[in-house]
């Protein structure tokens, strides 16, 4: 079945339906999730997914599936699948792209009437983003049990509405004996969102893991005071400190190869033209693909910025937020992607990828990979995130095959046709 | 008349009855320019005036005066006051002390029945603080056509309420004919906000002046992206190069003698943990008494942050949001005043004034100075902002000296008792 292709035209044109769904007017999209536009894309979806036949199912994180039945009806699924929230002026593709190139696939085997010998199933889930409820990957972390059910139900967004609420606001509070769960792999097709494969003039992405990352609130404390009066030597300025920090962070991924660090939050208290900073507290994100270097950057990082608030007579406090650590996908899905993309001759590269994705907590309930196409400048979270139309085309089509292999495509022989 | 004092008590007492309008939990005051507090102390205030016989008048502006007439009705006032608004969550003696300590000068000369031969004016003016309409002293900047009355009229707080409809809605609209217009000298006793009398150890600051500012604002533009993908050669974080400006600026005043500089406010876009920043904004506050001097320190500045901004490959721009030259005040005013402190026997030093008061524009209608007294801590525009009662008790019979000479007291032979 080699010659099985996804249909470009279909494909882009779904992705254009979705895109008109909370536009914004500079070409990105802002729809957070369970907000009214991630509400009106949730209702459109499910019409798509009725449309090719499949059976719906919501769960009680809101999650939604459409399942094709396989020939073995009691067979694990093969899941694909991404989220459709965004960024506040995000892109189009972020998401969008995994879920909507998961129905395209089962469109193209509805039309060449394809029985597979396990199930699929397709999903969307909620607030991957982790722009209206944080932590992001809430949804996918509930079904892979990172988080209690609890936990998820009483997340705040910035007015105040739980996550339950929202969800029974738009109406997507479903049942948890939905939730996917008899489940052998997990695919994802996915924008890099990064730069690498623009860079190395590859199409196809072939991720090996996620990229564990610690997530630090840094505070420090000074004294606040009016600008005009308070001598340079009387003062204890907490931005002075802060700021030598900030570059500290930067220079320590010279130290440690492969390391990347952002300093990406910043908060200044009272924030005021002419008054001294008592406090300054920002967010440090810290990277790397091996735990233990992460690990051992961390523990600098921490030396350093002591080292810092010890010289400026200020008070400092670390606090770690979050953490993860390195998650690798499995080499059965990663063989498959690599394999397709050799079948359909396209160039590939293995790599890590940078940021979280809900494959991250799929990998702890099933067989796990995921496919990236290049994000032009690597630009991602920002209305001008753009993957051209025919690495989104060449994306679908690997994702399609590797579908065929691990779902177990039925020959027309096999099926009796 | 050296023996003439204030009462300590009666001043203590009337501060303590403004301290309670608009009182904070913590102690501090909390009485924005033209809200329902600023009318009640308003309305006590005059009760006060009137109460010392003084004939009340308020202005275009807001700014209320009570007058006590001289021998010589036509000579021009001797004019002392302050403002009775505070900071957000401010202290209880700034700007209020100036104003009630005048009202105590004129009380005492009552109770002694003591002429001058020139009128005496009280004033209260308007928004001083510039706390909810901006820019700072708007009214005094009024009287001395530093800013037009269409231009304070049209500024508005944050609900959007222009100056002109807080005054009608607190009642004090008043004419223009009643501005303050023959004037000889100005007088503000005032808290000194600052470090320096304390640490000196001395008691009355002889003030020479008030130090030129200039407010600057800094906005450095990289580029927005997703923290996890990115490679740490391929980003223009936009807070890597402002941290190195921040401390450049920091470092400019260990380059020039006298210079005070301050980064108070930095705002970072989209300040998002896992996003690089695309863009830091912030404030400097740059002021030397020496006006070339801080020309040339903001042209260094300039200098120093564009090779930063070239170094990191982002783009700077910088503006100028408001400076002001240095004021030096009237040599008769200091004379007058340390020549006061050295009759009393208090301890004196010579210092300029870091921030801005409504004696600044003052000074180019009158010949104008200021006493200050020690700010325990340096410590003000905080609810901890504290002077000690002994201090605003010799700064009041400091003031009351000042008055006695500059209004030229008439002995009782002169006025025939």
């Known amino acids: 079945m080699d010659q099985l292709k996804i249909s470009r035209k279909r494909l882009l044109e779904t992705i254009a339906v979705s895109a008109a769904i909370g536009a914004t007017a500079n070409g990105g999209l802002h729809r957070l999730a369970l907000t009214e536009e991630d509400r009106k894309m949730r209702e459109q979806f499910i019409t798509w997914l009725k449309e090719a036949n499949l059976e719906v199912r919501i769960d009680d994180f809101g999650n939604i599936y459409g399942r094709r039945e396989g020939r073995n009806a009691d067979g694990p699924a093969i899941a694909l699948g991404s989220h459709l929230d965004t960024q506040p002026c995000g892109g189009k593709y972020d998401g969008v792209l995994g879920v909507l190139a998961a129905l395209e696939v089962v469109r193209v085997l509805n039309d060449n009437q394809i029985e597979t010998e396990l199930p699929i199933e397709i999903i969307n889930f909620t607030n991957e983003e982790g722009a209206r409820f944080t932590p992001p990957m809430l949804a996918s972390g509930g079904l892979a049990n990172e988080f209690t059910k ?74 606040t005071n009016h600008a005009g009066p308070t001598p340079m030597e009387h003062r204890k300025d907490a931005l002075v400190p ?100 050799d079948k359909l001759n396209y160039s590939s590269m293995e790599l890590f990828s940078g940021p979280g994705h809900d494959a991250k907590y799929m990998a702890s309930i099933a067989e796990t990979g995921m496919i990236f196409i290049p994000s032009i400048n690597g630009i991602s979270h920002n209305e001008e995130e753009l993957s051209l139309d025919s690495d989104i085309e060449k994306g679908a089509n690997v994702l399609l095959q590797v579908v065929l292999d691990l779902a177990k495509a039925l020959s027309k022989k096999q099926i009796g046709a």
């Open 150 to 223: 609890d936990y998820i139900y009483s997340r705040k967004d910035e007015n105040g509405i739980t996550f339950k609420e929202a969800l029974e606001n738009i109406g997507f509070l479903g049942e948890e004996k939905n939730r996917i769960r008899h489940v052998k792999h997990f695919i994802e097709l996915h924008i890099e969102q990064g730069p690498i494969l623009e860079k190395e003039n590859k199409t196809i992405g072939i991720v090996k893991g996620i990229q564990g990352n610690n997530w630090v609130t840094v505070k420090v404390i000074g004294q």
């Open 242 to 341: 802060a700021a030598k920090m900030i570059i500290k962070i930067n220079e320590l991924t010279k130290e440690i190869d492969g390391l990347k660090t952002t300093v990406g939050k910043v908060y200044v208290k009272p924030n005021v033209t002419n008054v001294i900073p008592g406090e300054v507290e920002f967010s440090v994100d810290i990277r790397h693909e091996d735990n233990e270097l992460r690990m051992y950057a961390l523990e600098r990082m921490k030396e350093q910025l002591s080292t810092i608030a010890l010289l400026h007579d200020v008070e400092m406090d670390m606090t770690t937020d979050w953490h993860s650590d390195t998650v690798e996908f499995s080499p059965a899905v990663i063989q498959s992607i690599k394999n397709a993309a």
